[in-house]
């Protein structure tokens, strides 16, 4: 089944007067915001073991293990340290973020432009640290 865009699932709940109705005949394209499944399908696509991601993304493995297995949901600097450690891009972590029910990184935000353009120009994640830190802004770890 294809996935209904979002302008055209904004137009039928603004038609339907029934919220059950509207939840049952959509109920395939609403999201989980399960973390683990969206981080494990990620990681699969990448060529990294969990111990040189845990180091990577600033973590314990025991950490990274709860997180993958589900049994730990990160925060959203959490997920952006996995992210960063898998070496995904802004369009795989801007889809995982909103898939899980976090706010996207926004430009406007001085915090998130910073972290966008180490992203964008492939920065460490203790460079996006260390310039967070220079800047006045909240590390991510």
């Not at 089944?1 to 603004?14: F, S, V, Y």
């Not at 920065?123 to 967070?132: H, P, Q, V």
């Amino acid at each position: 089944m294809k996935e209904k865009p979002t302008d055209d699932l904004r137009a039928e709940l603004m038609e339907e007067c029934s919220i059950q109705s509207y939840l049952k005949e959509n109920q395939d394209s609403f999201r989980d915001g399960n973390v683990a499944a969206l981080l494990l399908e990620l990681y699969d696509s990448r060529s990294i073991n969990k111990a040189a991601l845990a180091r990577k993304a600033g973590m314990s493995e025991v950490y990274l293990h709860q997180v993958f297995s589900g049994r730990r949901n990160p925060s959203r600097d959490r997920l952006l340290c996995i992210c960063m450690g898998m070496e995904a891009t802004l369009e795989e972590i801007q889809s995982l973020l909103r898939q899980a029910g976090y706010a996207e990184i926004y430009p406007k935000i001085k915090r998130d432009a910073i972290i966008c353009h180490g992203i964008l120009h492939k920065r460490t994640l203790s460079e996006i640290n260390d310039t967070l830190f220079a800047e006045g802004e909240r590390t991510l770890f």
